[in-house]
């Protein structure tokens, strides 16, 4: 019923609208149009001139009032240097903006129609043409210049004393493989070896996977440089780590890098921002499913001491499946066991007792 | 012949001349199998305006969800169906599915097909001063391809698993496995089948348009005299014959991944429990073939609306367009830095990154030959003596759209800045503005401009300023906040934030942002009252209204089919005689000679008054061979 009340409303509404419509029409036909146009120009001309300097001052009032709501604090070397970059390219930008938007609304102010004023027949200018299309082609070279070095700094390769740290993708969330404290590589993969539990597709005949640990939180040491290797299970995804200015999509079948240095601790960043709950995150930015928008993945960082004490607390992937060893080459199972912090004494052949005690 | 005719004509000149392109015929040849340009452009303009109003409704709905994530959406369980959850919600699949169908009916239906269909099919014959287009029959084809591939499109809507839910841009893997999502499925089958369908549709006119301007164009209408918009017209239609092939291809290339187990884009996955069999392929193939298209293809959706508004910019500011040689010039150089610039959308996809820094340099090229058009058009404005009609003030829009969205475009095109910025709200606001508003702005004031000649009646001027100034704040208000959401690095397509610390504020813009697109879709209700409207009951419609050079101008006011009823016009001047010094009125059509105009001819045009008597000698010896 009330929505029945409601839509008569909206009609009856409507309606009215349109016999104001009509009337004014009707009106006006009578009077004769000619004055209604121009009228109507001088309105249009002033409104011009009243979003111009009402819609530059809420530009400037809000980038100012709200400055630190927008800004992400940066943790990341090489993001210092792409931050910087994106600010000279506002002050530009900004610059340009402004200016051009000024003239071209104080124009239609200005030269609005008035009746018997003749335009000028301005065809050309060749000088004005040459300046401003050399001008803009100086600031691209520039901005050009500087974003190229930046680029080649960032996507060039990572020095061999990195720490290499291996992010997967999947529906809907993500994993990180580290190589273990014992041999520092991280083992061979292949897709085809994924199950329910061997999530990464661990290569078992690979002795450097014996030690791999898998990690359901991304821990980086503070000021050290960390390879990221990405990839991903099923479709696409991206791996965004928003305050370390880091984005790489994560490719099936492909694998993708990107290497930085974290510059800021987690508690460094909860007594910069005054935030004692802060912290970082990764996300997936490359459209997915279903899930996402739900990609989060909680970040770590913290100082060297900590984070080597982190790393020899974490437990061998083979160790929390030793159901696995079976995949393990004869010839290697001594070693897989060493590696994985498996007690020898336990061997191949009784798993069953083994897995009791690991999943504990 | 003209017994046969069961038209009542008003035009009193109708009768006079032989009937060689005389229309007979029944509705069904008259207004659906009509192989007429213009009778084919309504059909474009009015297939694009349905289209417009479905892509509008479903980017409110998922506005719904971004602003007001708290509210009950319940009472569009009536529409929706199963796709609200039971606590009232959108699904979050579904909202991938308006996601991507927003995209792809605004890009491809509204303004590729509705825009340059519209534009193109109407004003070439008529501003290039022929009878028809080239081939009449292919361009209804074009038409009616087009037509059974919005049908394709719309039939996706509505089936039980949903539109094709992996973005506009269909990235394989999501968009090949039906596993991954459901739209993947049939509705991904329905999608590939309708762009394969619409390709077809967007060649054929193109050859057409392309055929027509270099072929048809009448006596002295030379390639430097012809107005902006065929210009504008020509180059997007060979930008679109280059490119949409090779979206024809990776389309293909798709089907056979998805239906006949071949691996071009899939490799090493592993999904629903299973690896599957694909090895060897690579996504990123498909995402260079994709936006080999993807990228030209917002110059296809940008230069016609640039060559529309260099047209009524010029026309209403009773000045020659500012530095016409260099608006040709920067268009060709647009058009071709167009094609070597798509690996800016990819910089963080893995591809090699030295990619990356070629791609970098190209892309900020190409701001050089923007940045000369916004010049060009403030110049025009300058000193000239401006009347804000509706087309006007949509034109003056598209030029601010233009700066506001293309300045961004130097954080985006920088690949060492793309980096934080890539799929973040800030791309959002920049296509948004640069290519989306400033390509609408430029259809709508195209519409309003061009409706006396389509439907022979004028749109209300006052509705037409309502409209505007709702929709221009409204875009704005829309888009421009995105800025900020996008610098703290919110990433788009996200069904909701909430699940990150860093992306929990900003709820405040992004309620906002709802609202406005809530009211700027509601100010185009305006519009199409406006529209329906005068077509039946506007007022009627002057021989040349806004006091325009062109030649649609001189056709009778429904121009019949071939246009013109006796010659067509011979051309002596550009289109841009706008305040000639000397002239006694403020525009010069340029259908009067120079030897006409002796009080206005500049030293060089005088020189040409004598070739002119030679010229329009040979215009009767060859008009009456016909």
Known sequence: ?360 | MATADIKVHTDAHHDDHEHDHEHHGNFWTNYIFCQDHKVIAKQFLITGMAWALIGGILSVIFRLQLGFPEASLEWLRPILGGWITPEGKIDSEFYLALVTMHGTIMVFFVLTAGLSGTFSNFLIPLQVGARDMASGFMNMLSYWFFFLSSAFMFTSLFISTGPAGGGWTVYPPLSALPQAIQGSGLGMTLWLISMALFIVSTLLGGINYITTIINMRTQGMSFTRMPLTIWAFFFTAVIGLLSFPVLFGAALLLIFDRSFGTSFFLSDIYIAGEALPHVGGSPILFQHLFWFLGHPEVYIVLLPALGITSEIIATNSRKPIFGYKAMVGSMLFIAILSFVVWAHHMFVTGMNPFLGSIFTLLTLIIAVPSAVKIFNYVTTLWQGNLRFTSGMLFSIGLVSFFLTGGITGLFLGNSAVDIQLHDTYFVVAHFHLVMGSASFFGMIAGIYHWFPKFFGRMMDERLGGIHFWLTFVGVYMVFFPMHYIGIAGFPRRYYSWTNFEAFSSFTDLNMLVSIAAIITLGAQFIFLFNFFYSIWRGRLAPPNPWGATTLEWTTPRHPQHGNWPGEIPAVYRWAYDYSKPGAKEDYIPQTIPYSETPESNLPHENELVKLEMGNSGAIVAGDKKH
């Open chain 1, 1 to 360: 019923m009330m929505s029945l009340i409601i839509g008569f409303g909206v009609v009856l509404i409507l309606v009215i609208v349109f016999m104001i419509f009509r009337i004014t029409n009707l009106v006006n036909l009578v009077k004769g149009d000619r004055e209604k146009a121009d009228s109507g120009n001088g309105i249009h001309a002033f409104l011009f001139m009243a979003f111009m300097i009402l819609s530059l001052i809420g530009f400037f009032w809000y980038s100012y009032a709200h400055f630190e709501k927008y800004v992400l604090p940066v943790a990341s070397e090489h993001g210092v240097v792409t931050d910087h970059l994106f600010w000279i390219t506002m002050v530009i930008c900004v610059v340009a903006f402004t200016i051009i938007f000024i003239v071209m609304f104080w124009f239609t102010y200005k030269y609005q129609y008035q009746e018997g004023r003749k335009a000028s027949y301005t065809v050309d200018n060749h000088k004005l043409e040459i300046l401003w299309t050399l001008v803009p082609a100086v600031v691209m070279a520039l901005l050009i210049f500087r974003g190229l070095r930046t680029w080649n700094e960032i996507t060039g390769p990572a020095s061999k004393e990195a720490i290499v740290i291996e992010l997967v993708g999947q529906q809907f969330s993500w994993m990180a493989r580290y190589p273990g404290p014992t041999d520092q590589e991280l083992g061979k993969f292949d897709f085809r070896l994924i199950d329910a539990t061997n999530e990464f597709g661990l290569d078992l005949t690979d002795k450097n996977s014996f030690d791999d640990f898998k990690s359901l939180e991304l821990h980086l040491p503070v000021g050290k440089e960390v390879l990221l290797k990405i990839r991903a299970k099923d479709v696409l995804h991206s791996v965004f780590l928003p305050h370390f200015r880091v984005k790489m999509d994560a490719v099936p079948g492909m694998l993708t890098t990107f290497k930085f240095v974290a510059t800021k601790t987690t508690q460094q960043m909860r007594d910069e921002t005054g935030n004692p709950n802060f912290n970082y995150e990764m996300a997936c930015t490359e459209i997915c499913g279903k899930g996402h928008f739900s990609m989060r993945f909680p970040v770590v960082v913290d100082d060297e001491e900590t984070y080597n004490k982190w790393v020899a607390s974490q437990e061998a992937w083979l160790k929390a499946n030793p159901d696995y060893l079976k995949r393990v080459p004869e010839n290697l199972r001594e070693l897989a066991l060493i590696k994985a912090g498996l007690t020898p004494d336990n061997g191949s052949g009784q798993h069953e007792e083994l897995q009791t005690v690991s999943n504990r």
